[in-house]
C-alpha cells in the first residue's frame, strides 16, 4: 500500500508580527526598552572584559570595601550558589580579594584590588557615557519620575 503524500505545511500570509496586545503591558515596555540598554551595555562593558553581573558586583565591592558574600547576594538580589561563579571570575583576574572575616570563619569580606578599583572606575565612566547617550533628548523630570515610578514598584509589598 501507497503512503499518503505528506500534507505540505500552508505558507504564512503573517507580514508583520503584532504585539499591541502586549505593548498594553507596562511590563512589555520595560522588557524591551532593557533588552535595547542591556545589549548596549554588553558592548560597553565589552573592552573590559566585564558583564552586567560581574561589573555590578564589582561596583558594589568598590563601593561597600569589607562586604561579605551573603550582603552582595542579597544586594544584587541573586542566589547565593551564582555568586560564587561571580566572586571566582573577579578574584581569579586579581580584581577583588576575598578574605575570612576573623569574627565569623564561615564568612568571607570582599575587597577590591588597586587594580580592581581601577578597572571600575574605567568601567563607571564608560557606563556613565552610555546611558548618557541612551538617554540624550529625554528630560531630567521624565527620567527622574521613570526612576521614581521604577523604586515604587519594587518596594510593592508580596516581591519576592
Known sequence: MAKPAPKAKPQSDVTHVSDATLRRFLGYHMKRAFNVIQADLAQTLKPFDLRMLTYTALVLIVDNPGLRQSQLA??????????????????????????????????????ATLTGRQLCDKAVAAVTAHENQLLEGLEEDMIAEMIAAMKQIEK???RG
Open 74 to 111: 542579597d544586594a544584587m538580589d541573586i542566589e547565593r550558589p551564582n555568586l560564587v561563579v561571580i566572586i571566582d571570575e573577579l578574584e581569579r583576574r586579581e580584581l577583588i580579594t576575598r578574605d575570612r572575616v576573623p569574627t565569623d570563619r564561615r564568612a568571607y569580606a570582599l575587597h
Open 156 to 158: 510593592r509589598p508580596g
